[in-house]
């Protein structure tokens, strides 16, 4: 069955915590709406608005960790069925480990979410219950008639978190000897983290042979290169991988990040697009990635790259086009030099930016407590 996943942006899940691990008298429930759409070999759900419950909704019953009155959930379904959006219920459980419904929590669960669907049937709906440290519930999506159990979380802010329902690699073993060393820092659970994740570097010269390099020793799981030019004499002192016959027979930068993949021999998969941003394949192959390295040294790929909303909640929209006549662009260049954004998108991007710093950027690492390397705008 195919792959389910919330994600969950900065603010969002900071507000959810806040409501269903409250402390109180009852358990306390908050109704999340959703969009979603089908990333790679996944089915992605994104958490748009976070509605709560009021005090006053709630109802005294010993029996139940949570009633509530059904008039409380009208601005809910309301706003719902106003935007197309999914409804899902979310509650917690404050131990940790997996969390499972309880009876009353999948007898609630198949009330509702047949409700919900007949009111947003082209949306997904859902019960989702959450511990300290790992999600359960059930979700139906639009067309399915079996509910999906099977669910991991993605908490997007300053650091990405997943929370995921297993995280055993494809053999079932533990993380080998050849990551004794790193498995100091990131213990077994985080090297297989790293084995499961798909990591894009848009840009393979002198800063994304490196970044290709050491991804490929750090046992990450999918590598996607992307980019379209062959190797030049320049390269040569600056690209990781890189011969003299290479240059003499002007092969495709993808090629020799490829080989150098494999070359290093743990396990990483590499796969490479062979065009620009914002090239259709380049962006589907965007689209399915957990992290996006742009290792581009001209504002104009930057800008492109920058446009991309893999990370924000709304998946698919049209690129805006540079401005050609000379003083747009010079307005728009010192907007971006002044570290505006362009036509923001609704939500929060992740832009992860490496390179020789544009005229008015701060280098990488020095921009006071806040590393560029992770940036949210």
């Not at 419950?53 to 009155?69: I, T």
């Amino acid at each position: 069955m195919t792959e389910l996943e919330l994600r969950i942006p900065l603010g969002v899940g900071e507000a959810l915590r806040d409501i269903v691990f409250r402390s109180g008298r009852h358990e306390y429930v908050a109704m999340g709406l959703t969009s979603h759409a089908r990333l790679g070999d996944r089915d992605t759900l994104f958490l748009r608005y976070l509605l709560e419950l009021p005090e006053s909704a709630y109802r005294s019953n010993a029996g139940h960790g949570a009633v509530w009155s059904g008039s409380a959930m009208i601005p809910a379904i309301t706003r719902a069925i106003e935007e197309t959006l999914g409804i899902v219920i979310f509650h917690a459980h404050g131990h940790g480990g997996p969390p499972q419904l309880s009876d009353d929590d999948r007898r609630s669960a198949e009330r509702l979410i047949p409700m919900f669907r007949a009111r947003v049937p082209a949306r997904p709906h859902g019960s989702v219950v959450l511990s300290r440290s790992h999600a359960g519930g059930i979700v139906l999506m639009p067309g399915e008639s079996a509910s999906r159990t099977d669910l991991a979380v993605r908490w997007l802010g300053a650091s990405i978190m997943d929370w995921r329902i297993s995280l055993l690699d494809r053999s079932g073993r533990a993380p080998g000897e050849n990551f004794a060393r790193q498995l100091a820092v990131v213990r077994d659970d985080g090297q297989r983290a790293l084995g499961h994740a798909r990591v894009a570097v848009v840009g393979l010269g002198g800063g994304g042979s490196h970044v290709v390099q050491q991804l490929a020793h750090l046992g990450v799981g999918e590598i996607i290169g992307i980019d379209a030019d062959r190797v030049a004499r320049t390269n040569r002192p600056r690209l990781i991988g890189m011969t003299r016959l290479d240059l003499w027979l002007r092969r495709k930068k993808t090629m020799i990040m490829r080989r150098m993949v494999r070359r290093v021999g743990l396990s990483s998969r590499c796969r490479t697009i062979e065009e620009r941003v914002p090239g259709p394949a380049a962006v589907e192959a965007l689209k399915t990635v957990d992290v996006i390295v742009g290792c581009l040294d001209n504002l104009h790929a930057r800008a492109d790259l920058q446009e991309l909303p893999t990370f924000s909640h709304t998946l698919y929209r049209r690129r805006r086009e540079y401005p050609r006549d000379q003083r747009s662009r010079a307005r728009w260049a010192a907007r971006h030099d002044r570290g505006e954004h362009i036509d923001a998108h609704p939500g929060r991007i992740l832009h992860v930016v490496l390179g020789r710093p544009l005229k008015g950027e701060t280098p990488l690492g020095t921009q006071g407590s806040q590393p560029e390397l992770f940036r949210e705008p």
